[in-house]
C-alpha cells in the first residue's frame, strides 16, 4: 500500500464550511495530480458538502456510540456515511471516548464497511488499540500535537516500539503516526519507522500556503 | 407572534440522510402552503444538505462549546451556521449539558445572531433556564417524550407554572411546551396555556404518512 | 448569620488523609476559640476520619445524582451523610455537573437536610444557580481560581451584581464569593458587597502556616 | 493462587455507612474462619471506617485519574490509599473510563503499589484490557449483571475464551468473571473455565442472610 496521508481539519477556521471544501478540493487536486493516497477529515457539518465536491476519501472526526432512534444532537455512523464519509477517526485526543464505546464504534463502522481509524496517546493504549482491531491505529503522543515537533523524529522509539506492538498483538492492524508531523522529511522518517501513514492537521490546515505544505509534505512520495 | 412548530429529527432513520431530505421538503411544502411557522432540526450531517433545499429555517439539534480550534470531533457552533443553520437546541434531554457550557453555548449563539431553544425538564430547571436568557425554553418532562401522552394535556400546571415562571424572571424568554405532542389538539392545548409553539419529534417524523400528521397537528392554526 | 467560612481542601497533598485531619483540626480550633462559622470541605474519603474528629460542619466536595442501587464508584449523597456530612458543595468549576444535575442533587440534598451551596462562574450562571434554590450561591470566576487576585477586590461589580441578582430572584439565597481570596483584607470586602461568607482553598490549604493564614484571613471578624 | 472473591458493596443501602460495616465485619469472618481470599469493595466515604476494622483486603469500587492538586470532588487515588484501600476496580460498567483513563489510572495504582481489577464487558475489550496489564481483568457481560444468571453457566464460551485471549495477549494478567454469580456452583464454573475467581455484588450485598449467601457462595471451596 501507498503510504496514507490523512488531513485531520479540527475545528480550524481554515478547514470550516468554505475554507474547508477549499482546502479538501487543494488535497483532491494534489491527490490525483501525484497519485498520492490522501483522506480528508473536516467537521460532521461539512462532511456532505465536501464529500459531493471531491473524489478523495472523506472521513468523520468522530462518531458516537448510537443507534438509529432517540439520540438528539449525537454523530449517528449511519448518517456521516450517508453524507459521503467512508471511515471515521476515533477517540482523538480531543475527543477521548470509553473503552466500550470505542469498542463499539469499530464493530458499527465494520458493519458499515467504512474504515476505522483509532488514536492512542502512547505505547500501552497503543497495545489495548490494536486488540480491538480497528484498520488502523494512529499513535499520537499528545504533548506533541500541534507543536511542531515531529513524532517521528523526536521519540522515534515510541513510534518504533508501537510499529512491533500493533504488529505482534494483530498484524492486520496498519499503522499512522501522528503529533507534529508537517513536512516531507517527518513523513519519511514515520515510513522508515514502519508506519502506513501519517495524520496531521496544523502542518497542512494552518500553512499560509497550504498547497505548498502539502507538496512539501509529500515530496518523499513524488 | 404565530405558534412556532419546531420538529426534532432526532437519529430516527426516517430522519437520517434522504429520507430527512425528503421530510424537511414536506414540512416545508407545509409550512408555505399553510402560512405555518416551522423550524426542522436535522442531524449535524444533514444540515447542509437540507437548508441548501428548503425556505423553513433549520436548527442544529446541538452545538459544543468549542472555538476555533484543536476541538477535532465537536460540533462548533460556526460550522453549523455557515451549513445554514439558523438556531439550535441545546441541553436537549438526551443531550444534557453543564450549565457553565449551556451558558456558554446561548451567549455563543448570540453573537452569531442565531436563535437558542434551550430544554428543561421540570419547574425548578425551567427557571434557571429562563435566567439564562435563550430565545426559547422549551420544557419536557422526560417521562412523557416519546410517550405519546402530550405534557399539555397529562399536566397542564407544569406547563403553565412553567409559562408564568419563566415570565416572572425574564419576560422576553419566549417558551415551547414538549413531549408527547403529536396531534392538534396537543398544539391547541398548549397555546392555550400560554406558550408560543411546541417542540416534537416521533408524532411526525414516525408517523406512517407525516404530511398527513403534520396537517392534524396544525389543524388549530388553519 | 455570622459570615461564613468554607474551606475546600480540593486535592491538595496539604489537605488529604493525615494531613487533612490536621488541617481540619485546626479550622475546628480556630473556629471555637474565635467564634468563628468554619465549614471544611475535605475529598470524599477522608469526611468519616474527619467529621468524627471535628466539631465543626464536614461538607463534601461534591456529591452525584444517584441513588441507593447499581452505581458503583460514584458518591452517594447519603454515603457521605452516614459518613458526617452535612453538606455539599455542588458544580465547583472543577467538577462541573449538568444543569439537570445539579437540580437533582439540591432536591436530594433538601431531602437528607443537608446544606447545598452551588458554585457558579459569572453574573448568569449565578442567576440560573439562584433560581435552582441551594442554600447559597458561591460566585467563583474560574479565572481568579488559585490566583492570589481576590475577585472581591478584582472585580466588585461582578460581585456586587451578583449578591443583587440572587436577592431579585430569590431572597432566601444566600452568597459567598469565592476566587482568590486569601487575606482579611479579601473577606472584608467580600462582606461588604453584600456577600455572606467566602469560599476558599489555596489561601489556607497550601499556606506555609496554615493556622497563621486562618488567623489572619479572619483578622477582620475578631 | 486461592480463588479471589470480590464483593462490590455498590451504592446499594445493605453496602452503605453502618450497613456496608456490617457486611464487611461478616466477610472478614468468613474470610478467615475458613481460609477464604475475599475483597470488599465498599463506597469511597466508607473505605476508611471499614479499613479500620477488618483485616482483609478493601478496595475502591473506582479511582479518578488525578493527581494532587485542584480537582475539587473527584477521587484522588492516594486519598483512598490513605484510607486503608489497598486495590481498586476500574471501569466498572456502571463507571465506563475514557481508554486513557484506565491507562493511567493502571498506571497510578502500580506506583502506589496497588492492586488493579479492570472490567470488561466482552471478548474484544477483555483483549484491550489485558493489553493494558493491571493485575486483574474482570469480564462482565452487561446484560447478565444484577440478572441472576451466571455468566459462567449461561455464556461458558465467553469466558473460556476471555481466560484464553488474555492469556495470549498477557500471561501475567489474571481473570474473575463477575455477572450473575451467587451461588457456589456458580464460583465452581468459573474456576473450572480457567479464571481466577469471581467479582459479585448483589447475590450477596442484596442477600436477605448475607452470612449464609457468603457460605453457599464458598462452598466449593471449605
Chains 1, 2, 3, 4 share one sequence.
Do not use: W
Amino acid at each position: 500500500m501507498k503510504p496514507l496521508i490523512v488531513i485531520n481539519f479540527k475545528t480550524y477556521a481554515e478547514g470550516t464550511g468554505n475554507l474547508g471544501l477549499k482546502l479538501a478540493k487543494i488535497c483532491d487536486d494534489v491527490a490525483r495530480e501525484y497519485g498520492i493516497n490522501i483522506i480528508v477529515a473536516p467537521q460532521v457539518a461539512d462532511i456532505y458538502r465536501i464529500s459531493t465536491s471531491v473524489k478523495i476519501p472523506v472521513f468523520s472526526q468522530n462518531i458516537d456510540p448510537v443507534v438509529y432512534g432517540s439520540s438528539t444532537g449525537h454523530v449517528l455512523p449511519e448518517s456521516v456515511k450517508e453524507s459521503g464519509a467512508s471511515g471515521s477517526l476515533i477517540n482523538h485526543s480531543e475527543m477521548r471516548l470509553r473503552l466500550a464505546d470505542i469498542e463499539t464504534c469499530i464493530k458499527k463502522l465494520k458493519e458499515l464497511r467504512m474504515i476505522s481509524i483509532l488514536c492512542s496517546n502512547n505505547i500501552a493504549t497503543t497495545k489495548a488499540a490494536a486488540a480491538l482491531e480497528p484498520n488502523f491505529v494512529a499513535i499520537e503522543p499528545p504533548e506533541l500535537i500541534g507543536s511542531g515537533i515531529p513524532v517521528s523524529k523526536a521519540q522515534p522509539k515510541i513510534v518504533l516500539d508501537s510499529v512491533n506492538e500493533v504488529k505482534r498483538i494483530n498484524p492486520k492492524v496498519k499503522t499512522l503516526c501522528g503529533a507534529g508531523i508537517s513536512i516531507g522529511e517527518d513523513l519519511k522518517a514515520a515510513i522508515e519507522l514502519g508506519t502506513d501513514g501519517v495524520l496531521l492537521a496544523s502542518g497542512i490546515v494552518k500553512a499560509k500556503d497550504q498547497k505548498k505544505a502539502l507538496l512539501n509534505l509529500i515530496k518523499p512520495l513524488i
